[in-house]
């Protein structure tokens, strides 16, 4: 028999050990979470999330895309790595005029692609002509929508022409809300002119194209029968005045840009909108090389036929593995260009990513990698980065059917969640309305609904779930199978479980959670095949309140809810054409609250953007929408200039 | 999964009669077996997979009706299953396994290939470090019975049975990565390189154990048996002994052991490279499975029983050479 | 093979179970693994009763109080000060470890249990029948389950747990049963057939072929019987086997769904905050290895105490 003594005395060593590793990780480095050394060579690690569903900027609209096509693609402007606000990148500077109808680039002359081939207005405005080419399927094309017809094209539309008076119907004729811009207060100082020129945009050499950007917009219809049939329902007079005209297709040659030479580029505007510069980092707007693509199509960004504009070209790409891009020679700044090589790991699990940063094998993470519940241990360290961020999390209600469509139900749900509390649990601010605070310097908030579970009971019994004496009967309600839908990921649940107990708790009532897989759900959630409320969240594709307001203002889409409200999106678009910063920011205010109103959502918290810097990366700040210009990046081998802490953010 | 228990398996081995066939007809046999056994594990796979809800596009965005009427067709679906069912096996018979669902754009035959590499390199290592350590530590506790060699390695093998490979895995990333910085805690660097270390640690800690229990229990009795006394009695040194005659009976258990090994190094892989995040076959198998991805599950698992049956005809007659006892006359 | 003394034990006559009783109490190490199997099984079952009494919370309460809802170290409270109320620490949601550690051991060992005894039903039957009807038809059966034996048809099981999820909670355990049942059958029929191989041609046997007993009588009443040692043995060995099956199928995902939690899934859960709590993982992986440990040793010692001549060493 194996003897009891040695037997002993091998598991107790082996429980000693045990013991002692879990003690060695409390107590050692305190400061940093864990190694840091640099690396060897001039390169970063970075993770920018889960595989790349396309390199192609103007395809996808994910960040995890985002993060790696900044580093292939320049645009006109890019992000100030620590505001986040456009600075020149490709353009030197830009001029808007007095209305807003026109915004002119001036393009810097060194500009090249990384097969040496310069870069042009030409090719601004073969990019954004390509990116609103339907069949090329970008996600993220709405953002050009401003310009004069893109949404036309985007969405194969018809202009009306009559043949015999060889003239188009133009909107203003029809559409009661047409152009009104005649404001002639000062330039927006929403998005601010770096360099501010004359204002004399419209004096440039004027050409034929011009011409007809400066007419008065023309009517678009519907290129579908069936959606052409519906709007002609709506407004018969159009109806009327379409007999005898022909349909003609809105083409990429009418989408407003325009090379007037070879370094100067201008944009026509359907209508104003004083965010558009803010867009202008966006991947969406980035230089792509058209004879590429013409010759290679779905495959012009495979590794041996890409050609890029950024600081960085490919190198290589290791399906869920990694991407690596190394400096690209022709880059126009690459005299200021830090890093030789950039790592991209394509990882979506924080844990991994954590443990690799920890270890040595990451200098740095992207956005929301450290999972709230490590914050106690993490967020004193000296290489976590927080700042507020461009991003809320919020619940959608299926406003369309089920006991959500009764807004009482919607806004006595919202009441009885003590926001401040779910907040604190998970030190992050508590979200009433929509805008997140903090971000938009000036913006009237308005209120949304406080908490206060007794109305909520009172709501809820008005809405028909009450017993005899009119009270509120938790069991009614139960039996109409509200439910909470969530797709799974570490912090959705817990924040699913805390609010289900506050339900609980508040009202007597429980709501189930259903927990689907990611797939399921997504299907769910977009067809709102459910009963109650599904989780979702939303990050600013751009610095401008419209960002997060523009979610509802079509019924599809972004929308997820079903609520759609003309008085909403014309308040907003009128609020898009005023000239004034702040009365702009006040009705659009108005807008929210009237959406506030209707409760198809309940807002939950806003964000912090909680990632991990190793200290000798320098360059990249916590900006509030954490995505860096690469350029500015360098490892520091010095460690007396080392960040202990989070980096200087001042100007 | 079982644990494999070397007594029993020698008196209740059914089915080898190996003494009693030529060699090219028992190899025969069992090639012809091979068949249609894919066949069933193929059309049981395929089954489960159309049998399960929800299906492979469904994604962010509602598909207009127009569009996913044209991914069905694209993908075959709008016909009857049994003519679907057809067309899997014609494709499978001329290896070729179709396109991913979920991974855009790449064939499963070319996911095979990449991730391959990367659970070969893991589990040839995992069983490699098994057969060194296990047999050297099972030799010398049999050599030494009883000794506190013997109770020692005898007693970190039955650790090695019971403590899970996904509480040993973590806890040594725990160990030697977050707290010492040796190895990288996930990731695959390629073959060779310190990121296969704490993955084909974890996966061998539960080989290394049985090898050592069998070689422990089968060089005991070799040991004892006759003709290693008669090898004594020659005059030969121990070490003589011990390697040129016990050896090769005292292994028989351990090559036996070789083809249930494979199977359970598969399945002891898909939490490994989990918990490492390895891109090998055993991560993209759960992937498939939780994305409903049908060709890449069906490729995977006819991939992995066409080895597994392979593997383990070989390892029948590397066991007819080495044990002097069987012979296919 | 030991002496046995000839005491007074030899003239009262022993059963064959009392020797091996007797023997397996000699195995000290036996003695350990059966104490602490018994230890864990019983704080397994009355310890999340127990602790709900009187601590007041289960598995899955999240604490009221906000500034609670986080990982706690063993002993340690709010504030960082020493604290008895959680020995093991929390998790993530501040539930209490050992209670979760407690109830995953509940569902560690039901399943255990019940998917072993599925696995003793289909393979006692289907070895005995194999090995009784001999021929043609064992060959068949036996090439089967050779054929399945060599496959990883874990790979099939996890297949079925992850496409064809139970909605409800007992039927996701029903299908756990089957599907731990179906893994684990094939040694047991192997081992019953051997057994029955060797004792059908014995005298008992004959006589009630003679005397006209049917032949599923035959193998039931009258065969499989005898063959209960090694079948017994085997079935100690399969427990741990399952447990681990159970728990690696959790870890995965597949097994137990929340708020059910089993020693595999506070693995996975562990797993994820290693960097930080690794308490969270190290409670759970030490108990269950203990389980497992404990297990082993006292299969290992019935097997010794059942079967002295196949006793090696």
Same mark, same amino acid.
């Given at each position: 028999m194996w003897d009891s003594r040695s037997r002993f005395a091998t598991t107790l060593i082996i429980i000693?050990?045990?013991?002692?590793?879990?003690?060695?990780?409390?107590?050692?480095?305190?400061?940093?979470?864990?190694?840091?050394? !640099? !690396?060897?060579?001039?390169?970063?690690?970075?993770?920018?999330?889960?595989?790349p569903e396309s390199i192609d900027p103007q395809i996808p609209n994910n960040q995890n895309e985002a993060r790696i096509s900044l580093a292939l693609f320049e645009g006109l402007a890019e992000y100030d790595p620590k505001t986040s606000e456009p600075v020149p990148a490709l353009a030197e500077r830009w001029e808007v005029n007095k209305d807003w109808s026109e915004v002119v680039f001036y393009l810097r002359r060194d500009g090249r692609f990384s097969n040496g081939d310069p870069i042009t207005a030409r090719d601004f405005v073969y990019t954004i002509r390509r990116g609103l080419t339907p069949e090329v399927g970008s996600r993220s094309a709405s953002l050009a929508y401003p310009i004069k017809y893109a949404q036309a094209f985007n969405e194969g539309g018809v202009f009306v022409y009559d043949p015999a008076a060889k003239t188009f119907l133009l909107e203003k004729d029809f559409v009661e809300n047409a152009d009104q811009a005649k404001a002639v207060a000062p330039i927006s100082s929403a998005s601010p002119d770096k360099n501010p020129a004359p204002p004399a945009a419209n004096a440039l050499a004027d050409s034929e194209f011009h011409r007809f950007m400066q007419e008065p917009a023309r009517l678009v219809l519907p290129g579908s029968e069936k959606a052409r049939k519906a709007a002609l329902e709506a407004n018969p007079k159009i109806k009327a005045a379409i007999t005898g005209k022909q349909f003609v297709p809105v083409k990429a040659d009418d989408v407003g840009v325009e090379a007037v030479d070879d370094y100067m580029f201008r944009i026509s505007l359907m209508q104003p909108a004083p965010y558009f510069i803010s867009m202008m980092p966006h991947q969406f707007f980035r230089a792509v090389h058209q004879k590429t693509i013409e010759k290679f199509g779905n495959r012009w960004t495979d590794t041996n036929n890409i050609v890029t504009s950024g600081a960085f070209k490919l190198d290589s790409w290791n399906h869920y593995d990694r991407i690596v891009v190394s400096r690209n020679p022709h880059y126009w700044d690459a005299a200021n260009v830090h890093l030789d090589k950039i790592i991209f790991y394509l990882l979506d699990s924080n844990t991994t990513m954590l443990s690799l940063y920890k270890s040595g094998g990451l200098d740095a993470t992207y956005n929301h990698t450290v999972p709230s519940a490590w914050l106690d241990v993490i967020g004193p360290m000296k290489d976590f980065m927080d700042a507020s961020e461009a991003a809320i999390d919020y619940y959608n209600f299926n406003t369309t059917s089920g006991p959500t469509k009764d807004v009482r139900v919607r806004k006595a749900l919202n009441m009885s969640l003590d926001k401040k509390a779910l907040a604190d649990w998970r030190h992050v601010r508590p979200l009433t309305s929509i805008i997140p605070d903090g971000i938009f310097p000036g913006y009237p908030h308005p209120n949304g609904d406080p908490f206060d579970p007794e109305k909520a009971k009172r709501l809820l019994a008005e809405a028909g779930y009450r017993d005899a004496s009119g009270n509120f009967d938790p069991q009614k309600f139960e039996a109409s199978e509200i439910e909470l839908i969530v797709n799974p990921d570490s912090n959705n649940v817990p924040y699913a479980e805390f609010i289900q107990a506050q339900w609980k708790q508040n009202l007597g009532a429980t709501i189930a959670i259903r927990i689907m897989e990611n797939k399921t759900f997504f299907k769910a959630a977009t067809n709102l095949d459910y009963k109650g409320v599904s989780r979702t969240g939303w990050a600013a594709d751009y610095l401008d309140p419209f960002t997060f307001l523009s979610i509802f203002y079509t019924p599809r889409g972004s929308n997820g809810t079903g609520w759609w409200d003309p008085k909403y999106v014309e308040l907003l678009d009128r609020a898009n054409r005023m000239t004034d910063h702040q009365k702009r920011y006040e009705m659009l205010a108005q807008a929210e609250q009237i959406m506030l109103d209707a409760q198809p959502v309940i807002p939950l918290t806003v964000g912090t953007t909680r990632w991990m810097k190793k200290p000798y990366v320098k360059g990249l700040y916590p900006n509030p929408v954490t995505l860096h210009s690469w350029k500015a990046v360098y490892i520091e081998r010095d460690p007396g200039k080392w960040d202990y802490g989070m980096p200087d953010m001042s100007k | 999964m079982g644990l494999w228990n070397a007594r029993y398996e020698q008196v209740t081995e059914p089915g080898r009669h190996l003494t009693n066939q030529p060699m090219a007809r028992f190899i025969i046999r069992r090639v012809v077996v091979i068949i249609p056994m894919l066949f069933i594990v193929i059309s049981l796979t395929w089954a489960l997979v159309r049998l399960a809800p929800g299906n492979f596009y469904s994604g962010e965005k509602k598909l207009a009706v127009g569009v996913e009427a044209n991914l069905r067709e694209k993908y075959g679906l709008d016909k009857p299953w049994y003519v679907q069912y057809g067309k899997v096996l014609k494709n499978i018979a001329r290896l070729d396994f179709g396109t991913s669902l979920k991974y855009e754009g790449q064939s499963v035959n070319q996911i095979l290939w990449r991730a391959l590499p990367v659970s070969a390199?893991?589990?040839?290592?995992? @069983?490699?470090?098994?057969?060194?350590?296990?047999?050297?530590?099972?030799?010398?506790?049999?050599?030494?019975? @009883?000794?506190?060699?013997?109770?020692?390695?005898?007693?970190?093998?039955?650790?090695?049975?019971?403590?899970?490979?996904?509480?040993?895995?973590?806890?040594?990333?725990?160990?030697?990565?977050?707290?010492?910085?040796?190895?990288?805690?996930?990731?695959?660097?390629?073959?060779?390189?310190?990121?296969?270390?704490?993955?084909?640690?974890?996966?061998?800690?539960? @080989?290394?154990? @049985?090898v050592a229990r069998l070689t422990r229990s089968g060089m005991l009795e070799i040991m004892r048996s006759d003709y290693i006394r008669t090898a004594r009695a020659k005059g030969l040194s121990e070490g003589q002994v011990v390697m040129r005659h016990a050896m090769r009976g005292g292994l028989l258990p351990v090559v036996s052991f070789s083809g249930p090994a494979l199977a359970f190094l598969i399945t002891g892989t898909v939490v490994v490279e989990k918990v490492f995040a390895l891109p090998g076959l055993g991560n993209y198998f759960i992937n498939a499975c939780f994305n409903r991805d049908e060709p890449l599950i069906i490729g995977i698992v006819a991939f992995i029983a066409i080895t597994v049956l392979v593997f383990n005809l070989l390892v029948d007659i590397a066991y007819g050479f080495i044990d002097p006892r069987i012979r296919y006359a | 093979m030991k002496d046995h003394p000839a005491t007074s034990e030899a003239i009262e006559g022993t059963s064959l179970w009392r020797d091996a009783w007797r023997r397996l109490l000699k195995n000290r190490l036996a003695v350990f693994g059966m104490v602490i199997v018994i230890v864990i099984a019983l704080a397994s079952i009355v310890g999340p009763t127990l602790i709900s009494k009187t601590a007041g919370y289960s598995y899955d309460s999240i604490p009221r109080d906000s500034n609670l809802i986080k990982s706690f170290a063993p002993f340690t409270g709010a504030g960082g000060k020493f604290s008895w109320a959680h020995p093991m620490g929390t998790d993530n949601a501040g539930r209490d470890i050992l209670a979760r550690v407690l109830s995953g051991g509940q569902i560690s060992l039901i399943v255990a249990l019940i998917a072993t005894l599925v696995s003793l039903l289909i393979g006692v039957s289907y070895g005995a029948v194999a090995g009784y009807? /001999? %021929?043609?038809?064992?060959?068949?059966?036996?090439?089967?389950?050779?054929?399945?034996?060599?496959?990883?048809?874990?790979?099939?099981?996890?297949?079925?747990?992850?496409?064809?999820?139970?909605? *409800?909670?007992? /039927?996701?355990?029903?299908?756990?049963? &089957?599907?731990? %049942?179906?893994?684990?059958?094939?040694?047991?029929?192997?081992?019953?057939? %051997?057994?029955?191989?060797?004792?059908?041609?014995?005298?008992?046997?004959?006589?009630?072929?003679?005397? %006209?007993?049917? *032949?599923?009588?035959?193998? &039931?009443?009258?065969?499989?019987?005898?063959?209960?040692?090694?079948?017994?043995?085997?079935? *100690?060995? *399969?427990?741990?086997?399952?447990?681990?099956?159970?728990? &690696?199928?959790?870890?995965? /995902?597949?097994g137990v769904r929340p708020p059910r939690v089993s020693w595999g899934s506070l693995a996975a859960e562990g797993a994820q905050n290693l960097a930080v709590y690794p308490w969270q993982l190290i409670f759970p992986g030490l108990t269950?290895?203990?389980?497992? &440990?404990?297990?082993?040793?006292l299969g290992d010692g019935l097997r010794d105490a059942l079967d002295p001549q196949m006793k090696k060493g």
């Open positions: 000693g050990c045990l013991v002692a590793a879990g003690c060695l990780v409390s107590a050692r480095n305190k400061s940093f979470f864990g190694q840091t050394d !640099p !690396p060897r060579e001039n390169i970063l690690r970075y993770v920018s999330g889960s595989e | 390199a893991l589990g040839v290592s995992a @069983y490699i470090i098994a057969l060194i350590v296990g047999i050297v530590a099972g030799t010398f506790s049999a050599l030494k019975p @009883y000794s506190w060699i013997d109770y020692s390695s005898m007693t970190l093998a039955m650790l090695g049975i019971s403590i899970p490979n996904f509480v040993l895995g973590p806890l040594l990333v725990l160990l030697f990565s977050l707290t010492l910085f040796w190895f990288p805690p996930a990731l695959w660097d390629g073959f060779p390189s310190r990121s296969l270390v704490l993955p084909a640690l974890t996966l061998a800690a539960i @080989y290394i154990a @049985y | 009807v /001999g %021929g043609k038809i064992d060959d068949l059966m036996m090439r089967i389950v050779d054929v399945l034996y060599s496959l990883p048809y874990v790979i099939i099981v996890i297949v079925l747990l992850a496409l064809l999820p139970a909605k *409800t909670p007992v /039927g996701q355990l029903a299908e756990l049963f &089957f599907a731990l %049942g179906a893994v684990s059958w094939l040694t047991m029929a192997r081992i019953v057939r %051997g057994q029955i191989m060797s004792l059908k041609n014995q005298e008992f046997v004959l006589a009630a072929r003679a005397t %006209g007993v049917s *032949t599923p009588n035959i193998i &039931f009443r009258h065969l499989v019987p005898n063959a209960l040692g090694p079948v017994i043995v085997y079935a *100690t060995l *399969t427990i741990p086997t399952v447990m681990l099956s159970e728990a &690696f199928l959790s870890f995965l /995902g597949l269950m290895a203990l389980m497992l &440990f404990s297990l082993n040793f």
